[in-house]
Nanobody, 115 residues
């Protein structure tokens, strides 16, 4: 059983920063990728950033240059550094872990950006 626990969400003013963490624990054979997704009220969940096994990254266009995803392999933890936050970034942020034949999700953490 694998568990993902997110932390670091909260309320911040526009222009501020937050750092989200996603710690994976349990029987993890291999991690192919870890990603951050978000879902705002009334909208579909969308991919924000992903980091793939070798360390390559990909971002949603609207967060490029503002968000940075990273991963500590020794701790099986992924991070999302979010700078220059905008009200449109308000959402529940969830992380996922993809391995050979499995996908796990965290419970999500709320990020609210006030104008």
């Amino acid at each position: 059983q694998v568990q993902l626990v997110e932390s670091g969400g909260g309320l911040v003013q526009a222009g501020g920063s937050l750092r989200l963490s996603c710690a994976a624990s349990g029987s993890i054979f291999r991690i192919n990728s870890m990603g951050w997704y978000r879902q705002a009220p009334g909208k579909q969940r969308e991919l924000v950033a992903i980091i793939i096994g070798g360390g390559s990254t990909n971002y949603k266009d609207s967060v490029k240059g503002r968000f940075t995803i990273s991963r500590d392999n020794a701790k099986n933890t992924a991070y999302l550094q979010m700078n220059s936050l905008k009200p449109d970034d308000t959402a529940v942020y969830s992380c996922n872990l993809v391995g050979p034949g499995y996908v796990y999700w965290g419970q999500g953490t709320q990020v609210t950006v006030s104008s």
